[in-house]
């Protein structure tokens, strides 16, 4: 079965940091560029991050931008989002895609449009005092 695991969620204080990750099984991730996103309550899905294929082209939200890292270890099928300096913004369901393909306009593509070939359940970050 093909599926993405998201995990690393949690509560923290603003300020904080969370390491989420992205587990794939029933498929290897190394040609598939891979996307975070995230849904508040009440608000539409939006690309938080996305990461080719190689790892060598990274796309952020102006958002996140600084404060979020995103990566990939391709050994391990995985893939990470460090989150630092959290803020009550940042508070959302947090769901990894994977999207077939390599370059610049798969990571551009996926992370405005959002379509993708496989996703995960998500993860609940929420950030609160």
């Known amino acids: 079965q093909l599926q993405l695991v998201e995990s690393g969620g949690g509560l923290v204080q603003p300020g904080g940091s969370l390491r989420l990750s992205c587990a794939a099984s029933?498929?290897?991730?190394?040609?598939?560029?891979i996307g975070w996103f995230r849904q508040a309550p009440g608000k539409e899905r939006e690309g938080v991050s996305c990461?080719?294929?190689?790892?060598?082209?990274?796309k952020y939200a102006d958002s996140v931008k600084g404060r979020f890292t995103i990566s990939r270890d391709n050994a391990k099928n995985t893939v990470y989002l460090q989150m630092n300096s959290l803020k009550p913004e940042d508070t959302a369901v947090y769901y990894c895609?994977?999207?077939?393909?390599?370059?610049?306009?798969?990571?551009?593509?996926?992370?405005?449009?959002?379509?993708?070939?496989?996703w995960g359940q998500g993860t609940q970050v929420t950030v609160s005092s």
């Open positions: 029933g498929f290897t991730l190394d040609y598939y560029a």
């Open positions: 895609a994977a999207t077939n393909g390599r370059g610049s306009t798969v990571v551009q593509a996926m992370c405005v449009t959002l379509l993708s070939d496989y």
């Open positions: 990461i080719s294929s190689s790892g060598g082209i990274t």
